[in-house]
């Protein structure tokens, strides 16, 4: 059987490729515990990770025949699929070095919730992304229950997540998921001058900022602006990574 996840380095950009083409590189444990592994050791190796999908799809969520399978060994069987996956994704935020989604074709369920949890996701326009969950009479269990209501706001993440409606890449730019939508003519390109952006510039101001960003959002302002000026007096002051 091949990797589920494959990393390339090319320079300072790691390319991390979710890679079952054959069903839409959906989840499984396998491929989240990889995911966790791969971003990890990527993250050792260069200043910026790209997470894309093979065959043009980012990923279709959760593999079908593995949760039927694990559904019927009950509730311990199938959590470590949704931990694992979780772990993953959580591990994002803690990385020193900026992680980018590039996203084409199918972002659904698992896939979307991979999509909320990195720190910039660049998405084609005619892609397609969405919690569909509730279409198959599931409930969110990759954070996005948790994640798209902060990104943004309650009533439209329970109006997207119990409809299960299908969003354009244009439109979840709209909405705030995703940093930016560009048209597939120019796609590659945009994704290519966005990784060298994040590659020139310095890595531990890059690492700082990330840090105080995921860590303020957790807390309330008056200790976020605190937090701010001390990692700003740290960083013009001191030597070597935050």
């Given at each position: 059987m091949s990797n589920p996840v494959l990393l390339r380095v090319d320079g300072e950009v790691a390319h991390v490729l979710l890679n079952r083409?054959?069903?839409?590189?959906?989840?499984?444990?396998?491929l989240a515990a990889a995911l966790r592994d791969t971003l990890t050791a990527a993250a050792?190796?260069?200043?910026?990770?790209?997470i894309r999908g093979a065959d043009g799809t980012f990923c279709a969520g959760g593999d079908r025949a593995e949760v039927a399978r694990l559904r019927e060994q009950g509730a311990a069987a199938l959590r470590p699929l949704f931990e694992t996956f979780i772990g993953a994704c959580e591990l994002i935020a803690r990385l020193p070095v900026p992680v980018v989604a590039a996203v084409e074709g199918a972002a659904v369920a698992g896939g979307f919730e991979l999509?909320?949890?990195?720190?910039?996701?660049?998405?084609?326009?005619?892609?397609v992304l969405a919690d569909n969950h509730a279409n198959a009479g599931m409930i969110p269990g990759g954070g996005g229950?948790?994640?798209l209501p902060r990104l943004v706001g309650v009533p439209r993440a329970l109006g997207h997540i119990l409809t299960?409606?299908?969003l354009t890449g244009a439109e979840?730019?709209?909405?705030?998921?995703?940093?930016?939508s560009v048209?597939?003519?120019?796609?590659?390109?945009?994704?290519?001058a966005l990784v060298a952006n994040l590659a020139g510039k310095d890595r531990a101001a890059l690492a700082r900022i990330k840090q105080?960003?995921?860590?303020?959002?957790a807390g309330s302002l008056t200790d976020g602006l605190a937090m701010e000026v001390e990692a700003t007096l740290a960083h013009l002051t001191e030597e070597g990574e935050p």
């Open positions: 083409p054959q069903a839409r590189n959906a989840i499984t444990i396998e050792q190796r260069a200043r910026v990770i790209v999509v909320q949890s990195v720190d910039i996701a660049i998405v084609r326009d005619d892609a229950s948790q994640r299960g409606d299908r979840a730019a709209a909405w705030g998921v995703v940093y930016r048209p597939a003519a120019g796609f590659e390109d945009a994704v290519a105080l960003v995921r860590t303020g959002m």
